[in-house]
């Protein structure tokens, strides 16, 4: 079956340091994959978006990167702050059918 | 931020009476989605629009009905709700370019219970 997942487990990280996320994949060819950031309460916010040729994107601390033969993207964040607790969710899309396939998100928790 | 609102913010509803749930763009933006988001789960797509007028499935839409009669509005309907329709429902926005959907915008949710 098809199918996202992304650490279900909160992470708790110490601030200055950095935090990496997985999103994993099974059974897609994703043409593009996406991370955003939810904060509780709140619509999810877009952070970046990396296409299957990229294996790296970064904007300002943050770095994502996608092997598409490993099935994975990963989600750093450097120097991080007690700020940048929230749910970060990673979502793919296949063929360009402007469909979004979400991840569930793993909580993030930075400690200052 | 997108200019995107939704409402109601909350509602508290009995099984069997219909729900409408109001999503309000001033972006402009071509495609719409309706997705619902329930613990352990990611978000699950119920409907979504392309243009006034044209709407499609998405992975869980039974129960659900859409109507888009302008491009700034898009309505989603619980014809009939249900204690498993309980959830927080997210509009979000897109204008698809040269990166599939690209980037989505939501609205802040309405969280709806059903008794």
């Known amino acids: 079956s098809q199918k996202i997942e992304q650490n279900s487990e909160a992470l708790n990280i110490q601030e200055g340091k950095t935090a990496t996320l997985t999103c994993n994949y099974t059974?897609?060819?994703?043409?593009?994959l996406q991370w955003y950031r939810q904060d509780p309460g709140r619509g999810p916010v877009f952070l970046l978006l990396i296409r299957e040729n990229e294996k790296e994107k970064r904007k300002e601390r943050l770095k994502v990167t996608f092997d598409t033969t490993l099935k994975q993207s990963l989600f750093h964040i450097t120097a991080s702050q007690p700020a940048d607790s929230a749910t970060y969710l990673c979502?793919?899309?296949?063929?360009?059918?402007?469909?979004?396939?979400w991840g569930a998100g793993t909580k993030l928790i930075i400690k200052p | 931020d997108a200019g995107i609102t939704q409402s109601p913010r909350h509602k508290v509803t009995e099984t069997g009476t219909p729900v409408t749930l109001r999503c309000h763009q001033t972006?402009?933006?071509?495609?719409m989605y309706w997705y619902r988001q329930d613990p352990g789960h990611g978000l699950r797509l119920i409907h979504y629009s392309y243009g006034v007028k044209d709407t499609d499935k998405g992975e869980v839409s039974d129960g659900y009905s859409v109507s888009r009669s302008k491009t700034e509005d898009f309505l989603l309907t619980l014809e009939s709700a249900t204690s498993s329709q309980t959830s927080v429902y997210f509009c979000?926005?897109?204008?698809?370019?040269?990166?599939?959907?690209?980037?989505?915008?939501f609205g802040e949710g309405s969280r709806l219970t059903v008794l």
């Open positions: 979000a926005i897109s204008e698809p370019g040269t990166s599939g959907s690209g980037e989505l915008f």
């Open positions: 979502a793919l899309e296949t063929d360009s059918n402007y469909q979004l396939i």
């Open positions: 972006e402009n933006h071509r495609y």
């Open positions: 059974n897609y060819s994703p043409a593009y």
